[in-house]
């Protein structure tokens, strides 16, 4: 009698500088950028800043993260952003595609949609 696993584990390896961050903010349920960032970068990344901004915003405008923003004690601040995962898609970090600018989730094979445009949009058709 053997024991221990039969079937091999298939791996997966997060590279891309998005899906770390959807790894470590869906761990963590909620962070700050300079957080995520502290977390995932090693300084060869380029523009690591700017890219996660977009993809962070990208995902509040489809509701699947919710942004606060916090007071950071300084004088002349706006403060913080602090997001926060309101949909768990799922391991595999969601994409947003270039062109169009959906963001398509790769667990379910779907693009994601605000559910309260898609209500707004039935109220206005019917």
């Known amino acids: ?7 091999s584990r ?3 390896m997060t590279i891309g500088l998005r899906a770390k961050a959807w790894w470590v903010l869906r761990k963590n349920r909620s ?3 300079a957080e995520i960032q ?6 060869k990344e380029k523009s690591a800043d700017s890219n996660l901004r977009r993809y962070l915003k990208k995902l509040a405008d489809v509701g699947v993260i919710d942004v606060e923003t916090i007071d950071d ?3 002349t ?3 913080v952003n602090r997001y926060t995962v309101v949909k ?8 947003v595609r270039a062109k169009s600018g959906q963001v398509f989730d790769p667990n379910s094979g779907r693009i994601v949609v605000r559910e309260d445009s898609v209500i707004m949009k ?5």
């Open 10 to 12: 298939a791996k997966t």
């Open 38 to 43: 502290s977390t995932i970068c090693t300084g």
């Open 122 to 126: 039935e109220a206005s058709n019917g």
């Open 1 to 7: 009698m053997q024991q221990g696993q039969k079937a």
């Open 77 to 79: 601040s706006n403060g």
């Open 73 to 75: 004690d300084k004088l």
């Open 31 to 33: 962070m700050t950028l």
């Open 88 to 95: 768990n898609l799922g391991p595999q970090a969601p994409v």
